[in-house]
């Protein structure tokens, strides 16, 4: 279950920064949305600014009929996640967002020292499937409508995104 | 915030002509690809979601059309049947709809232009195009819930859902209550 539909949950979601952040910023995105890659610089940026103040999450909301890739994808970093480098993989596939087959995923898992043959055959018998689907759902039920869509303790943010007015939104200052 | 304006108990979110909850929904038959016809009539016994949107291939449209796709798992719960609804062709639709892998029908309200969206009252004259407005229409062809969207918003599929829950509760009431 999920507790907030808008909230990170430290117990459930990856998360990256300190639990203890007082600034929560959930992202629920698509791994082969090309608006998601730009935020994805932003989202960074934002990290390096705010340090231990920020709680970052990211929840997968792939839109699978037009982004045919997308749901191996999110599967591929959930797969890696349980191996322990769910960020590592959520990074590359950012930075390659062009090369997103299977064999492509194999090569990343094993750039990362993960076990390439075993993330292929979890995508492949759809293991993370279901996780996946619950954090579309959550984002569904939550108000997001497209990707990325960011919500910044708890209130969905609505405005644009770059570096100045979501780090602005934020609480930092840019 | 749009999530705060779906709440199925408002059942309208005061929209000067937008048709609301407890009007019987005006029947049509409208083209669904150059060569087939649908009619709302056609899906009496199970829920109706009928999203009026601007135009194919603007921008949120796109957006709004691709979640509902993606969505459809969860409105086949309900048993709902949703139909995507603007003044395009028939033969706009069928690219539009083959471009974004559409699951879902797409009518074209196109001649008489407008005709069902008038009788909705959700079109825009000054466009030339429907508004974006939803409408969940119950088993027994009333409207349910109505909802109108400012025109570059994405209302998304929450106030659908939860109108579907709020119609799947009132069943099961109505049922005990027999």
Redesign the interface.
Known sequence: MIKSLTLPDPERDHIHGSADGSIKLLEYGDYECPFCADAQLIVKEIQQRLGDDLLFAFRHF?????HPHAEHAAEAAEAAGAEGNFWGMHDILFENQAALEDEDLATYAAGLGLDGTRLIREVASSVYAPRIRDD??SG???????TPTFFING??Y?GKVDLEHLLGASGGFA | ???TTTNPQTLSNGHRSALSSGTPAPDFTLRCTPDQSVSLSEFRSRPVVLAFYPADWSPVCG??M??Y???LD?FQEFQAEVLGISVDGAWCHAAFARQ????FPLLADFEPKGAVARAYGVYDEKGGTCERALFVIDPNGIIHWSYVSPIGV?????GI?SALEDLKAKKRNDRRDK
Not at chain 2, 100 to 103: E, G, I, S, V
């Open positions: 792939p839109l699978t009929n037009i579309f759902k569904v039920r939550g108000g997001v409508n497209g209130e969905r609505d | 915030m749009s999530t957006d709004q691709a979640l796709n993606e969505v969860e974004n892998k559409l699951h994405n209302p998304g599929a929450n859902l």
